[in-house]
């Protein structure tokens, strides 16, 4: 079990240097088969510059060509994804007997929820290009694979849908974007009920207090531009409803003696 943890592990990092590329050239609608460059003098890397946190640690975090620093957003990115992609395998292994076409289901939804997560908070945007093929996956795994909780998942859908819309229209946007009124729809079809409540409990509460916090340090203030994006706190909830969500009901209806 070790050995595969670690092999995936080592396999995200590699795949994470590539979601980097998704993650900054799909909200600026560059194209996503270019050679990866220098953000500051534009110089095409070479294979020894993108080993994955190898690059970054040799190099002194600082590109080989101007000299300009590298922002420790890239390896942070690698090092996020090698532990997704060995807590996807875990899960994976104990729910569907290591499964390869619930491996590979489950390897893509974590890179597309990488890709929204970093997305978001860097650019503010869900690219449709990621949100929009990762649904529609999730509609036919879940219709053909799993056809017994089809229509709970899709009730769960569009319930988290409608209680999203009607906060983005009560708000007009001001409180909820249009992107996250999509992805609930789509974390509400992965997850079902009810674990799609509880993501959304969890997006809400880690948000709120990461909201206070910022105030408190004077990051942000409290307005009608100075908003933070919802998408992580979303995508940190499905993720922590997938891995732990039934450990999170079990100790919850535990505490309240139920």
Same mark, same amino acid.
């Given at each position: 079990?070790?050995?595969?943890?670690?092999?995936?592990?080592?396999?995200?990092?590699?795949?994470?240097?590539?979601?980097?590329?998704?993650?900054?050239?799909?909200?600026?609608?560059?194209?996503?088969?270019?050679?990866?460059?220098?953000?500051?003098?534009?110089?095409?890397?070479?294979?020894?510059?993108?080993?994955?946190?190898?690059?970054?640690?040799?190099?002194?975090?600082?590109?080989?060509?101007?000299?300009?620093?590298?922002?420790?957003?890239?390896?942070?990115?690698?090092?996020?994804?090698?532990?997704?992609?060995?807590?996807?395998?875990?899960?994976?292994?104990?729910?569907?007997?290591?499964?390869?076409?619930?491996?590979?289901?489950?390897?893509?939804?974590?890179?597309?929820?990488?890709?929204?997560?970093?997305?978001?908070?860097?650019?503010?945007?869900?690219?449709? =290009?990621?949100?929009?093929?990762?649904?529609?996956?999730?509609?036919?795994?879940?219709?053909?694979?799993?056809?017994?909780?089809?229509?709970?998942?899709?009730?769960?859908?569009?319930?988290?849908?409608?209680?999203?819309?009607?906060?983005?229209?009560?708000?007009?946007?001001?409180?909820?974007?249009?992107?996250?009124?999509?992805?609930?729809?789509?974390?509400?079809?992965?997850?079902?009920?009810?674990?799609?409540?509880?993501?959304?409990?969890?997006?809400?509460?880690?948000?709120?207090?990461?909201?206070?916090?910022?105030?408190?340090?004077?990051?942000?203030?409290?307005?009608? =531009?100075?908003?933070?994006?919802?998408?992580?706190?979303?995508?940190?909830?499905?993720?922590?409803?997938?891995?732990?969500?039934?450990?999170?009901?079990?100790?919850?209806?535990?505490?309240?003696?139920?």
């Amino acid at each position: 079990m070790l050995l595969f943890l670690v092999l995936f592990f080592a396999i995200g990092l590699f795949f994470g240097s590539f979601l980097t590329v998704l993650i900054d050239r799909i909200p600026r609608n560059e194209s996503i088969f270019g050679r990866s460059y220098c953000e500051v003098c534009k110089s095409v890397l070479s294979w020894k510059d993108l080993i994955p946190i190898v690059s970054f640690a040799s190099l002194l975090a600082k590109c080989r060509y101007c000299k300009a620093p590298l922002s420790y957003y890239y390896p942070l990115i690698e090092l996020v994804t090698g532990i997704i992609f060995s807590l996807t395998f875990l899960y994976v292994w104990n729910n569907f007997q290591a499964n390869i076409l619930a491996l590979t289901f489950y390897l893509f939804i974590s890179s597309s929820l990488i890709v929204i997560f970093f997305s978001d908070l860097r650019y503010e945007v869900i690219p449709n =290009k990621i949100l929009f093929p990762t649904f529609f996956l999730t509609v036919f795994y879940i219709l053909f694979f799993h056809t017994r909780i089809f229509y709970l998942n899709l009730l769960s859908s569009i319930g988290l849908l409608v209680f999203f819309l009607i906060i983005y229209l009560i708000t007009r946007g001001k409180g909820m974007g249009l992107g996250d009124v999509k992805f609930a729809g789509f974390m509400g079809f992965l997850l079902g009920f009810p674990q799609s409540v509880l993501s959304v409990y969890l997006a809400f509460l880690t948000g709120g207090i990461s909201a206070i916090i910022l105030v408190l340090w004077r990051k942000k203030r409290f307005g009608r =531009k100075d908003t933070i994006p919802f998408g992580p706190f979303l995508v940190e909830g499905t993720f922590l409803s997938l891995f732990f969500g039934d450990r999170i009901l079990n100790f919850s209806t535990g505490l309240l003696g139920i």
